[in-house]
Structures are given as structure tokens and as C-alpha cells.
């Protein structure tokens, strides 16, 4: 299985400008203000505080970069883990949540280094109109070598006929669990084989 042997943090950044160079591919992580965006990431690299959630959702408005490397069999791979600021709930000026959209929509457009978007949606509410606008617009957005990935949280808080219906709705989706830790291992081999080309042996939609 491939695991996560280094993950630091390096900076905060408001946009494009002040990001940190584009040397290594990007895994950009984007979700609504309360889907657990911070606690996957977390799980993820197996750091408890890694990334840090705000007591008040949509507060923290800056774009996050982790230095994270991979080992798999004898081999490492480098690239940078992107939190972005949620989605939603922010109770700002409109001229502040204009400013944030600005540098954010630059970011995901013009930003070479991204090869995978992260999408987190709430495995108990998958429908929102939000989400679907988000999926909608990176459809749009995204290059040819850029891919999106489409991850639910909080699986755990389905029952076994909700389970089945989103996986038949979602079918190339992954559903995670934070506190039962799973789904996290199909992350990786993601991450893994679109951006390095590493080959495993797996069910693709299991």
C-alpha cells in the first residue's frame, strides 16, 4: 500500500501571486465549508493537526500548500497537497467575497501545476445545488491532463440502502470515512497512478 512519509506545511497564500512555485504537480482540494475538508487531508497524511479547520466555517480565505511525499515499494513521490477555502457560509462584505472569488477562479484556472481536483461532498446531502455547480464549472475549466476526483465524506453516516444508491448515482466516485478510516488507500492509488503513472492491481469501481 502506498503511505505518505513526509507532510509539512509551507505556506499560506492569498492568490496566484504569492504561491509557491509551480515545481511539483498539485492535488488541490476543494469542498463546502463543513463537508471535512481539513479532517480528510488530515487522515490522508495521518496528521492529526496538519490542516487546521476554523472554529467559524468559510473563515480561513487563504490557499494552503503541503509539501507531501509518497513511498511506494522502493520509490518516492513528491507534490504538493492544496487546501482550498471553502465554499459558502462566509459572512463577509460582498466586495471581500468578490475579491476571494477573483484570486480563487485565477488560481483554478491558470494554475499549470494542477493535475488533480479534489471535489469533497457530503455523502448525506450528495445533490446540493452548490456541488453541482462546482462540478459543473471545473468540467468547463479543467485542461486535458487535469483530472477530478470526486470524493464523499462522512460514509459512515449511511445505511446500507443510502450506500448503494450513491454508488449507483456516483459510480466513479470514492466514499471515504474519517472515523472508520476507509476509502483513504483508492485515494492514494488515485493520486498515485494519474500523476506518476504507478500501476496497481485493482478493481477500479470497487
Known amino acids: 500500500m502506498p503511505k505518505i512519509v513526509k507532510a509539512e506545511f509551507i505556506k499560506s497564500a492569498q492568490s496566484i501571486g504569492d504561491s509557491v512555485d509551480e515545481s511539483r504537480s498539485e492535488v488541490v482540494f476543494m469542498g463546502r465549508s463543513n463537508v471535512g475538508k481539513s479532517s480528510t487531508i488530515n487522515h490522508l497524511t495521518n496528521r492529526k493537526s496538519l490542516a487546521k479547520s476554523s472554529a467559524t466555517p468559510g473563515k480561513t480565505q487563504l490557499i494552503n500548500f503541503f509539501d507531501i511525499e509518497y513511498k511506494y515499494k522502493d520509490s518516492r513521490y513528491p507534490l504538493y497537497f492544496v ?6 457560509y462566509a459572512k463577509v462584505s460582498k466586495s471581500t467575497k468578490e475579491i476571494w472569488q477573483k484570486n480563487l477562479l485565477e488560481y483554478i484556472k491558470n ?10 461532498r457530503d455523502a448525506r446531502h450528495p445533490n446540493t445545488a452548490i456541488d453541482n455547480s462546482v462540478e459543473e464549472f471545473l468540467k468547463k475549466s479543467i485542461n486535458a491532463d487535469q483530472k477530478v476526483l470526486t470524493i464523499f465524506t462522512k460514509g459512515d ?17 470514492i466514499i471515504i470515512s474519517n472515523l472508520k478510516k476507509s476509502g483513504q488507500e483508492r485515494v492514494h492509488k488515485e493520486i498515485l497512478a494519474y500523476i506518476f503513472g504507478v500501476e496497481f492491481d485493482w478493481v477500479k469501481k470497487g
Open 157 to 173: 453516516k449511511l445505511n446500507q440502502k443510502e450506500m448503494g444508491k450513491l454508488k449507483r448515482d456516483y459510480p466513479d466516485s
Open 111 to 120: 494554475r499549470v501545476a494542477i493535475r488533480i481536483f479534489v471535489h469533497l
Open 83 to 88: 487546501d482550498l477555502p471553502g465554499f459558502g
